[in-house]
């Protein structure tokens, strides 16, 4: 089973990409039940190819452990469950699929079932997923009814015409349901707890199911951002889960806890974006990263070492250094806002947005002077000719999901 499940997860990553490229209509095909746009294809697109990734890495990982088919039925059953939940616009099938998702991944983090550990990891993670499932049933159940519509296109069409305190209320819960599915404070100890799960599911839920809540939010922004206060509740939760999440992770000792920490501070910062109203940022951020941090996870036993470590000295911060750090960050900056057509004199949005953009490469520029394993020529060569190709690559996929939402 094993070697078919992983095949078909390939082809079904081809037929994506098949679609992607030669789809002849990017407006998408809507139905009652269905509802595959732009942004469903480039989510299958995504969700396939880190999910063939994983089942391939796990045919090595997971040979010789117990109960290996009931392993890949369910990784290749949780594949398909994210791939309806991108395309569901029936208000009732998408509550179910969300409850499904949630109930197969605890399933997994528990999947050694005779560790004490993970059968609790897995118990906390179903009773978290349980109650985001029932916030999120209440939304749509509210909106639906208000609405008088099932689908939805039609209950977004209609949130204009409904009242502000059912609008206030749909959104405060699916709020609190995205905030449970993305492990934002207070609800991230299910995440932290999580790392009882075999590493290759570790990699595809931090690559795909994490970010479902930005995806939930993305696809009722229109309910989410009706509401001024809940927009500002959006940026305040985004940006206290990216804050405690990135200082918890400089404590963590465990490799697998520092990364599920950084996961919490990245989908706090992306939640932030869309707080600001940077969706299709926000989207960019949630699709880079999930590449990113499958890999970190998947390569996660690398950073073993078979010989006693030696203290990590980092280099002294010196003038040129700083000039460099500097340079690039406001670099990145004005390539960013050049490639996609931001102002930087104009006080808007788009200035915003460039802003982060700087500071996130002054981060990234800093860790990377930092690093005590490259000479100092190195390290001042590497940090443009790394980051400024990065920052094009980013603002080609914005422009490409700006144009497909």
Request: proline content about 4%; overall charge positive.
């Amino acid at each position: 089973m094993p070697w078919v499940l992983t095949r078909l997860t390939w082809l079904l990553f081809a037929l994506s990409l098949g679609t992607f490229v030669w789809s002849p209509d990017w407006e998408g095909v809507r139905g009652t039940v269905l509802h595959v746009d732009g942004l469903t294809h480039v989510m299958a697109l995504v969700t396939t190819f880190v999910s063939g990734i994983v089942h391939s890495f796990s045919r090595r990982y997971m040979a010789g452990a117990k109960h290996l088919d009931r392993f890949f039925g369910r990784l290749f059953g949780l594949t398909l469950i994210v791939l309806l939940l991108t395309a569901a616009n029936h208000l009732v099938l998408f509550a179910l699929v969300w409850t499904a998702m949630g109930w197969v991944l605890a399933d997994l983090i528990g999947h050694v079932r005779g560790w004490p550990q993970a059968r609790a990891a897995s118990q906390y993670t179903r009773l978290y997923f349980l109650s985001g499932s029932a916030l999120l049933a209440g939304a749509l159940g509210l909106l639906g009814g208000q609405a008088g519509t099932w689908t939805i296109d039609g209950t977004l069409a209609a949130v204009g015409t409904l009242s502000t305190p059912v609008v206030a209320v749909a959104a405060i819960l699916l709020l609190l349901a995205a905030m449970i599915q993305s492990a934002l404070v207070p609800f991230h100890r299910w995440l932290l707890s999580s790392m009882t799960a075999p590493t290759p599911v570790s990699a595809f839920m931090h690559a795909g199911l994490v970010n479902a809540g930005g995806v939930l939010l993305a696809r009722f922004a229109p309910v989410v951002f009706e509401v001024s206060a809940v927009m500002l509740v959006v940026v305040g939760v985004g940006g206290v889960s990216a804050v405690l999440g990135q200082a918890w992770m400089l404590v963590q000792t465990d490799v697998k806890r520092q990364l599920g920490a950084s996961t919490v501070a990245q989908m706090g910062f992306m939640v932030l974006q869309g707080g600001l109203g940077f969706v299709p940022a926000a989207i960019a951020h949630l699709l880079l990263h999930g590449f990113y941090k499958a890999y970190l996870f998947l390569s996660a036993g690398s950073v073993v070492e078979h010989t006693q470590p030696k203290p990590n000295k980092r280099p002294t911060p010196t003038v040129l250094s700083g000039l460099v750090t500097l340079a690039t960050a406001i670099g990145g900056g004005a390539l960013f806002a050049t490639l996609t057509g931001k102002s930087l004199t104009a006080l808007d949005s788009g200035t915003v947005l460039t802003v982060f953009v700087i500071l996130a490469v002054l981060h990234a520029t800093r860790s990377l002077v930092r690093r005590a394993s490259l000479s100092a020529t190195v390290r001042l060569w590497a940090v443009p000719l790394v980051l400024l190709p990065s920052i094009g690559l980013y603002a080609a996929v914005y422009k490409g999901v700006t144009a497909l939402l």
